[in-house]
């Protein structure tokens, strides 16, 4: 038997269930990775993330090299040309099944379906980023949970009562190979900060439970800290699973926290935040389609201010938190969730541009930029998604900076013109550098923030008169 592993966004071999199913039996295992620019490019992904990804599949070339399988990385334009190319491919090489762990996002989807009908052996596909499996946590009435909170019990209940599967790596199919290096083509940006490979990810997975896991509840809002698990970019191209990070915590604490108050819970419950936004993509299409979870915010008329979007991107709307956040970004192609929360709030609620314009540009300059979780998080902050906060809770930037940066260390940072000026003003510095450094050259507030708070509350009212979209 020849079988043919299918790598997308699980460039591991530990717990790989694609990979570990392939090779049971002792058949015959090689490995593909289909690169297609086009589809990055249309999907607006970053340049730092490419080269992230380069690197990571040079990494597990060598694992696989080390475990006897050779992968060969093929290159189409798009994803409709995939299904071709894979009929040729395993034709020519007479396999007897492909091997691949599903893809979440709609493109993904049918792109899988084409293969699916093109091909003329099985196509074995496996749930290999979720601990509790895409759709299978409903309502009574067998419907996908819309709101987190009852979707956490359930999620929660579920691994309390089943546990979670771990697959260990598969054992080596022969000597170990040669490989020669890989290479994405098209625009990259340096990913050199984070080192590559799943080696790099356990260890950095086992130095966060060892440090930061049992207080990350009381640490993790600090964006001068280092106190969050910086595991995103490793989950996102699957270098790292979510079964990976319980079995982490599990060994940490030598049992699952499964209550709040228990050690590492708070960091559990992002994990279960992740996992909601990817069932919702699987159960509502249109979240992959630009489109809004609640339909009737579809009606919102936001603003098609092309000078406030700029400042926002390059950090110059006078909110120093928000400046700070942006220019972090720009620069490292990473923000702390906090900072997420902030600067999308501030986007959609006191500058009232779309959602949608905001989540482009995250997916365009973020490291770990992936679709459930970018869109889930702007939505959520736009008040357009499931569970969203309540429309009128509006963050008030000043407000956060001086709640998570008191002292202003994050922001001094990262806008070099604000590094004179002294802890009880920074959060509002305007006129104390007006006075002490004249032409010091920071904006203004391009937008008051508590009339910004008004007209956005003023937005939402006006959809209780309308239809639904």
Known sequence: MRHLVWFRADLRVTDNPALYEATAGGAEVEAIYIDSPGQWQQHGRAPIQRDFLSRNLQALNEQLAHLGISLTVLTVDRFAEVPALLAEWLEERQFDALYANRELGIDERRRDKAVQQALTIPCRVYNGDCVVDHGSLTTRSGDMYKVFTPFAKSWLARVRASGYRFLPVPAAQGEPQSCTPLGLSGERISSEEWPAGEAAAAERLAQFCQSSLRDYGEQRDFPAENGTSSLSPYLAL?????????????????????????????????????????????????LSMERAFKPD?????????DQGFRAWCEGQTGYPIVDAAMRCLAQTGWMHNRLRMIVASFLTKDLHIDWRRGEAWFMSTLIDGELAANNGGWQWAAGTGADAAPYFRVFNPSTQGERFDTNGDFIRRWVPELAGVPAKVIHAPHDWLDTHHPGHGYPKPIVDHARARLHAIAMFDALKDREPV
């Not at 926290?257 to 935040?273: A, D, K, Q």
């Not at 915010?297 to 201010?305: G, I, K, P, V, Y």
């Open 297 to 305: 915010t579809e009606a919102l008329q936001w603003s098609r201010d």
């Open 238 to 286: 699957g270098v790292l699973s979510p079964n990976q990070c319980l079995a982490a915590m599990e060994y940490e604490l030598e049992q699952l926290p499964f209550s709040r108050g228990e050690p590492g819970f708070v960091w559990l419950n992002e994990l279960i935040w992740r996992e909601f936004y990817r069932h919702l993509l699987v159960a509502f299409p249109r």
